[in-house]
């Protein structure tokens, strides 16, 4: 074994930083309960699967990945510029949105900067920050689990480089319409990078959403895990200033996002309808779960996401006894939130699963 020291070798903040805890895998539960059927309701995920037209395309693009892909994703950000009507200039893809949040953080945040986000809004911007080396401002929510806007306007300093808004908010599910948001990028400084992270934003209810967003340093990440089921691709992307891309680019790795990806983000995009529908089932699904949730008194709020939020004063053993009953949600003890569970909404028969074990495990928990 080594007697050197690698972690006096390293840099800073290494000792301060820690790998991002994934939900856990179906396969890792089987083994540890001795069962032979389990359901996954930890990560956010599409249960209905990929669009067909994506799988189509993996499928007929296979051969090609002894090649390396397109690394400017020219295709890709053609049709995504002509979604969003601008330039493909103005498009950055990344390996899943959390790439270009990373690359942002970095290319205008370093030591002695300040990145500034929700307490409890996405972990990886407090992750970024700190691996940059920069300071983390975590801004205390507002009532409700809710970014609190006005306190993150006026924690605001000559030091902030960039602000992190997750819209709506991974792992609480809430959310501000369009026009909350510009009410905060309006006091936002114009030489201030602010990135709106809407992973979840196909999953919000139109009202929300709309008007037109307006900030010279505001780039808007989406990303093809969630509502386009494509998790296992990796493949997100920002839609920015042209100028402002350009330099994080510089930041970018080289064919950081796939052959399958690329073409499977160019499939999914022509198969709006499946999406939508899927995205339709999940609504219906989440009231569902909110509804008895709120019945059990285990409701945490309202939901704009693909995920429930469930708070229990022991929800570390509602954790383990649902894992028994095969069925894996998400612990927030990481977020600060130990008497949280984050639950992905899952299939109609996955969620009547959920369902028919959790008033039983709630009743003797009060025994």
């Given at each position: ?6 972690m ?7 000792e ?7 939900g856990?895998p179906i396969?890792?539960?089987l ?7 389990a ?6 995920e ?8 994506a799988?189509a ?6 051969a ?6 397109d ?11 002509n979604?969003?009507g601008?330039?493909s200039?103005?498009?950055l ?8 949040l990373?690359l942002?953080?970095r290319c205008?945040a ?8 929700s307490s409890?809004?996405?972990i990886m911007?407090?992750?970024y920050?700190?691996a940059?080396?920069a300071?983390e401002v ?6 409700g ?7 993150m306007?006026?924690?605001i ?7 992190c808004i997750?819209n ?5 599910g809430?959310v501000?319409?369009y026009?909350?948001i510009?009410g905060?990028?309006?006091r936002v400084?114009d030489?201030?990078?602010v ?5 979840y934003?196909?999953?919000?209810d139109?009202?929300?959403r ?7 340093g505001?780039?808007i990440?989406?990303?093809?895990s969630k509502?386009?089921g494509?998790a ?9 200033d042209a100028?402002?891309?350009r330099?994080?680019n510089r930041?970018r790795?080289?064919?950081n ?17 499946w999406?939508?529908?899927k995205?339709a089932?999940?609504?219906?699904e989440?009231?569902?779960?909110e509804v008895?949730?709120e019945?059990?008194g ?6 704009f ?8 004063s022991?929800?570390?053993?509602i954790l383990?006894?649902?894992e028994a009953?095969?069925i894996i ?5 990481a977020y ?8 992905t909404v ?10 028919s074990e959790?008033p ?8």
């Amino acid at each position: 074994m080594s007697q050197i020291d690698w972690m006096e070798r390293a840099i800073a903040q290494a000792e301060r930083l820690h790998p991002y805890v994934t939900g856990k895998p179906i396969e890792i539960l089987l083994a540890e309960q001795g069962i032979s059927q389990a359901i996954k309701l930890a990560s956010n995920e599409n249960p209905f699967g990929a669009p067909p037209k994506a799988v189509a395309a993996i499928t007929k693009h296979a051969a090609e990945v002894s090649r390396y892909p397109d690394g400017d994703s020219r295709s890709l950000k053609e049709l995504l510029a002509n979604k969003h009507g601008v330039a493909s200039e103005n498009i950055l893809i990344g390996n899943g949105s959390s790439e270009v949040l990373e690359l942002v953080i970095r290319c205008f945040a370093g030591s002695g900067d300040e990145v500034l986000f929700s307490s409890r809004a996405f972990i990886m911007y407090s992750l970024y920050a700190r691996a940059a080396g920069a300071i983390e401002v975590a801004v205390p929510e507002s009532d409700g689990l809710t970014h609190d806007l006005d306190a993150m306007a006026a924690a605001i300093t000559q030091r902030t480089k960039v602000v992190c808004i997750a819209n709506p908010n991974n792992p609480t599910g809430t959310v501000h319409n369009y026009a909350a948001i510009q009410g905060l990028l309006d006091r936002v400084p114009d030489n201030v990078v602010v990135l709106l992270d809407e992973a979840y934003y196909e999953f919000m209810d139109e009202a929300d959403r709309q008007g037109k967003l307006s900030h010279p340093g505001l780039i808007i990440c989406r990303t093809f895990s969630k509502a386009f089921g494509l998790a296992g691709c990796r493949i997100g992307y920002g839609v920015g200033d042209a100028e402002i891309l350009r330099l994080v680019n510089r930041f970018r790795p080289p064919f950081n996002a796939n052959v399958l990806a690329q073409k499977a983000a160019l499939a999914a995009l022509d198969d709006d309808a499946w999406v939508m529908d899927k995205v339709a089932k999940n609504n219906i699904e989440r009231s569902r779960l909110e509804v008895i949730l709120e019945d059990l008194g285990v409701l945490a709020g309202p939901s704009f996401g693909n995920f429930v939020l469930l708070q229990h004063s022991q929800a570390s053993l509602i954790l383990q006894k649902l894992e028994a009953k095969g069925i894996i949600p998400r612990p927030l003890a990481a977020y600060g939130m130990p008497d949280y569970l984050r639950i992905t909404v899952g299939r109609e028969e996955e969620n009547d699963l959920l369902l028919s074990e959790l008033p039983s495990i709630l009743a003797e928990m009060v025994k």
